[in-house]
C-alpha cells in the first residue's frame, strides 16, 4: 500500500461502484470451533464498521444446539446499539431459522433478516431436516410477518453451483428456487456456491438464466467460496454480468458446519483489492480493513488466509 496500489484502470464494461455484504461476524465465524467471547465480535463488527464497510451481517437467531458459536445473539445485539448512529447508513443484518428467529430478531429492533434456502434436497435435509419445499414454506410466515414490520429480507441460496451429495446442480432447478424465494417476498438473492466449485462459466451461464426468467439483476448477489481458488474469477465474471452486491468475509473466514467440504470464503480484503484495481467504489479503507482481520487472526490465534492480508502485514498476519 505504501507504493500506491493496486494502480486502478477502469474497465468499461463493469459497474463503477460495488457494495460488500460483509460476513465474516456470522458465517466467518460460526463454523470456529472455540467460542469466541461475545466482546471481541462486538470489537469485531465496530472495526468492520469504521473501515468502511456498511452492510455487516453480525449474527444468527438460530437455536443454539445448532450452532454453538452463535449462541450469544442475544448478548451481542446490545453491544452493537450505538453503531448505526456512529456509521450513518450502517445495516447490521442477522439470520433467522424460523419465526421464533424472527421473533427474537424483532425482540432486539433489528432492521435487516435474511433467511437460508438450498437449490438441493440432500442440503436442505441436513441443514434443516426439512425437504427444499418445506424450506420455503416455513419461511413464508417469517418472511411476510417481517415484511409488515417494515424489515426486508435476505433470501440466501445455496448449493447453486454443486452439492457434494447429489453433484453438479441444474441450472433450472436453482432458478427455480431463487425465484420462489423472490416471490416470498424476499428483497435480495444472495445466490451461494457452498462448496466452491463455481466456474465462471456456469456463473455467467446462471445469471443469464435468471434474466432470461425475468430477474433483475439488481435483486441478485452471489457469494462465493474459495475451495478451488475461483472466488476472484467468478466474482468478475458476475460483475460484468452487471451485479453490484458482493458477499465477502474480513480474513477469509468462514465455511459451512454442514457442508465439510466448503472451506473459507471470499476475503474482503482480496476482493476490495481487486474490486479497486478495477477503479470500482467500495467506500472501503483497505488499510483499516486489513489491520482488522489482522487483529482478528490474532484473538483466533492462527495466520489469516486472505492473500491480501498476508501480503500487507507480512510476519505480523
Known amino acids: 500500500m505504501e ?3 493496486p494502480e486502478p484502470v477502469p474497465a468499461p464494461d463493469l459497474p463503477a461502484e460495488v457494495r460488500i455484504h460483509e460476513v465474516g461476524p456470522r458465517d466467518g465465524l460460526q463454523n470456529e470451533s472455540s467460542l469466541v467471547p461475545v466482546e471481541v465480535k462486538a470489537e469485531f463488527i465496530a472495526r468492520l464498521a469504521a ?4 452492510t455487516v451481517e453480525a449474527t444468527s437467531f438460530v437455536h443454539p444446539k445448532w450452532v454453538p458459536q452463535l449462541a450469544d445473539a442475544e448478548q451481542l445485539m446490545p453491544h452493537l446499539a450505538s453503531l448505526p448512529a456512529a456509521y450513518p447508513g450502517l445495516r447490521l443484518p442477522v439470520l433467522v431459522p424460523n419465526e421464533r428467529g424472527l421473533d427474537r430478531a424483532l425482540a432486539h429492533g ?4 435474511a433467511v437460508f434456502a438450498s437449490a438441493t434436497e440432500t442440503f436442505a435435509r441436513r441443514n ?4 427444499a419445499d418445506e424450506v420455503l414454506e416455513m419461511f413464508r410466515p417469517v418472511v411476510q410477518r417481517a415484511s409488515e414490520a417494515g424489515v426486508p429480507t435476505r433470501g440466501y441460496l ?5 452439492d457434494p451429495w447429489e453433484g453438479p446442480v441444474p441450472l433450472s432447478q436453482v432458478i427455480g428456487f431463487g425465484v420462489r424465494l423472490l416471490e416470498l417476498g424476499c428483497t435480495e438473492l444472495s445466490l451461494g456456491d457452498t462448496i466452491g466449485v463455481a466456474t465462471p462459466g456456469q456463473v455467467t451461464a446462471l445469471l443469464q ?3 432470461r426468467a425475468g430477474v433483475p439483476v439488481e435483486r441478485l448477489a452471489v457469494h462465493f467460496h474459495d475451495t478451488y481458488g475461483q472466488a476472484l474469477a467468478n466474482t468478475l465474471a458476475a460483475l460484468r454480468c452487471g451485479v453490484t452486491t458482493v458477499d465477502a468475509s474480513a480474513g477469509g473466514l468462514g465455511g459451512c458446519p454442514y457442508a465439510k467440504s466448503a472451506t473459507g470464503n471470499l476475503a474482503t480484503e482480496d476482493l476490495v483489492w481487486m474490486l479497486h484495481g478495477l477503479g470500482i467504489r467500495t467506500g472501503v479503507d483497505l488499510r483499516a480493513l486489513v489491520a482488522t482481520s489482522g487483529w482478528m487472526a490474532r484473538q483466533l490465534g492462527r495466520p489469516s488466509p486472505s492473500r491480501a492480508v498476508q501480503a500487507l502485514l507480512g510476519d505480523s498476519a
Do not use: K, P
Open 209 to 211: 438464466g435468471f434474466a
Open 128 to 131: 434443516l431436516n426439512r425437504s
Open 3 to 5: 507504493l500506491g496500489l
Open 110 to 113: 433489528v432492521g435487516d433478516i
Open 158 to 162: 445455496s448449493m447453486c453451483f454443486g
Open 51 to 54: 473501515a468502511g464497510l456498511r
